[in-house]
């Protein structure tokens, strides 16, 4: 239960399951149970798989059954392999996707946070209006975006520049509504006006007393915005073309692909396997270390709409 | 703000108006500055430009032209548009069901404590969302494989013929498989936030009242978290219609099945970057726009009007 103390109800949680249990009976426990393991395997099995193949040589891709290990055991060599191959721009890679998710969330929370709070705290001409229409930019289909950004960016010379990815990822509409929700509850308009009272300015009441009450809101959007870039492939696809400022899904995708084509390398396979395994690692351990963020943030999001 | 006031009451008539000018209108737009240059930036100028360049032609002849909604029409009697609209759309129809029904389920049976490790199963069901979309296509595009996939070897230990994942037959429902093991864990944790937040005292009422579990959930907890699933359904049509990663991913392994207007998606990334044509491309994404926002909108007054009738 502590893995959702953010929820905002999770504290009646055990009072209402329990007398649940009670009357569901034995029977009934055990169904649902196996029921939700069998799902827990289709969940997992392509996670085992990776696991497993990571470990193997090309050639036991091939000649061992998948889902169980072969008698060797080559994660190490593998691991080298990746790190190696193609002079290590696989860790240039890494690097670039490390780099671009974390200048994006930092930028991308900032702008959204200032954004949120003043339209929950301020009452302004325009309010309702400009949040429709960032509201409205939640549901425009990322294609529709894509093509013309391409073009946009090429136009400005921005084009195959570590720019070209992060810029765009900066603007969060979903932050934006995310913080406006969180701000309207977690900010005190008393409070505010108490430090106009004693003189502070808008710009140091928001950085010294809003951002302080803001900050798990903050996080969750930091988190948001960090995966989302972590995992984005159309934008890079589309803006950069040379390989050392591919992000690692792009770097992947592309090492897939010539895996596939053949190209006698066929020492390709383990190391698109390895090197997914080491790109997923970051995330996994992010998302259960940090989960009562990334929670409440879905929470928000689904309660006010 | 009342002391702001009061301060300002001293002042002459013009300079208490720029004062409160200044605090009403000049401060909030001041903060919101950063925000909007980006979203203008990034948002409505690449919108504007693409519904500009649609509304023109490359010629060989004369360069750019003028030639209104030509390229609509042309999308519209675009054989290559509507084969991906029919591959998406057949996705919407059944493994978005699919997909809610199952998030709707695990969240229930989580949420009303039957079954035991609950926290494991929300974990466990949620990590797949954790990953980039193209190394789960990457990894289900192994798993599917004739030759290293577990499925063709178990098939051929007992001496069956490997199943057609990635057949013209079998792509849409291997397709449909990526993006349900993606997606199902993450509306299942949007559909439990919502039914934690509901107050346990009304499903108590109705316990006292002899109603079962299976009355519980489906006349109380589904109703009450209604939003909360029409928003996941939102979500999923403009998702699925917008289906480009694990078909592009995919299309590296089964080249003949996935064409490059499998989806419209994919079809309007090979017009601008194969082919050059960017202004069609910008009208294929914007009549995908449109049908994604008629889909979303249809959906949205069929559930508004089921909702008022109950």
């Known amino acids: 239960m502590a893995t959702i103390a953010k929820a905002p109800a999770s504290a009646q949680v055990p009072a209402s399951s329990a007398g649940q249990v009670r009357r569901a009976g034995w029977s009934l426990q055990a169904l649902a149970t196996v029921f939700l393991l069998i799902f827990l395997i289709y969940f997992l099995l392509p996670f085992f798989w990776l696991i497993v193949s990571s470990t193997k040589t090309n050639a036991e891709l091939f000649t061992t059954f998948g889902l169980w290990f072969a008698p060797d055991f080559n994660l190490f060599r593998n691991l080298s392999d990746v790190f190696t191959y193609d002079s290590g721009v696989f860790l240039t890679w890494l690097w670039n996707t490390t780099y671009y998710s974390i200048v994006s969330a930092v930028g991308a929370t900032l702008i959204a946070t200032l954004a949120g709070y003043v339209f929950a705290k301020f009452r302004f001409p325009g309010r309702t209006l400009v949040f429709a229409i960032i509201l409205g930019a939640i549901m425009v289909p990322a294609t529709a975006l894509a093509v013309p950004t391409y073009l946009l960016l090429s136009k400005i010379g921005l084009i195959n520049t570590p720019l070209a990815v992060i810029l765009p990822s900066l603007v969060s509409p979903f932050g934006v509504y995310l913080m406006r929700v969180y701000a309207e509850q977690a900010v005190p308009d008393d409070l505010l006006d108490a430090a106009r009272v004693d003189g502070a300015g808008e710009l140091r009441i928001f950085w010294s007393v809003a951002l302080r009450i803001l900050m798990p809101g903050f996080v969750t959007v930091l988190l948001l915005v960090f995966v989302g870039t972590w995992n984005n492939y159309f934008l890079p696809l589309l803006v950069l073309s040379n390989p050392s400022f591919y992000p690692l899904t792009v770097g992947l995708a592309n090492w897939n692909q010539q895996a596939s084509a053949g190209g006698g390398s066929q020492l390709l396979y383990t190391i698109v396997v390895t090197g997914s395994l080491v790109s997923i690692v970051p995330l996994i351990v992010g998302f259960l270390c940090l989960q009562r963020y990334w929670q409440s943030g879905l929470t928000f999001g689904s309660m006010k709409s | ?310």
């Not at chain 2, 240059?37 to 509304?55: D, E, H, K, T």
């Not at chain 2, 009697?77 to 978005?96: A, K, M, P, S, Y």
């Not at chain 2, 194969?274 to 949205?300: D, E, H, K, P, R």
């Open chain 2, 1 to 310: 703000m009342q002391q702001q006031l009061v301060k300002a009451d001293h002042a002459t008539p013009a300079s208490l108006r720029w004062h409160l000018w200044r605090r009403r209108v000049g401060l909030p737009y001041l903060f919101l500055v950063p925000f909007l240059v980006l979203f203008a930036f990034f948002f409505i100028l690449p919108l504007g430009y693409a519904l500009g360049i649609s509304l023109f032609a490359d010629r060989l002849v004369g360069g750019s032209v003028f030639i209104g909604i030509q390229n609509y029409l042309q999308v519209l009697h675009d054989g290559n548009f509507w084969e991906g609209i029919r591959h998406t759309v057949l996705l919407l129809l059944v493994q978005v069901p699919i997909m809610l029904g199952l998030a709707l389920i695990f969240a229930l049976l989580l949420d009303s404590g039957v079954a035991r490790l609950r926290t494991l199963f929300r974990l466990g069901f949620f990590l797949p969302y954790a990953i980039p979309s193209v190394i789960s296509a990457l990894l289900w595009g192994y798993l599917y494989s004739s030759n290293i996939g577990p499925f063709a070897q178990l098939a051929s230990i007992f001496h069956l013929p490997a199943p057609g994942f990635l057949t013209d037959a079998g792509m849409l429902p291997s397709l449909g498989n990526i993006v349900t093991w993606q997606w199902t864990g993450y509306n299942m944790i949007i559909m439990f936030a919502a039914l934690q937040a509901v107050s346990p005292e009304l499903y108590d009422a109705a316990r006292v009242d002899g109603a079962t579990g299976w009355d519980v959930a489906r006349y109380i907890k589904i109703p009450l978290i209604a939003p909360a699933i029409i928003l996941t359904a939102v979500f999923s049509i403009i998702g699925t219609l917008q289906l480009f990663n694990e078909p592009s991913i995919l299309s590296t392994i089964a080249s003949s099945v996935i064409q490059d207007h499998y989806t419209p998606n994919l079809y309007a990334y090979t017009l601008a970057f194969t082919n050059q044509q960017y202004n069609y491309s910008a009208a294929v994404s914007f009549a995908l726009g449109i049908v994604v926002f008629i889909f979303s909108y249809i959906f949205m007054l069929v559930t508004n009007r089921g909702g008022r009738q109950r």
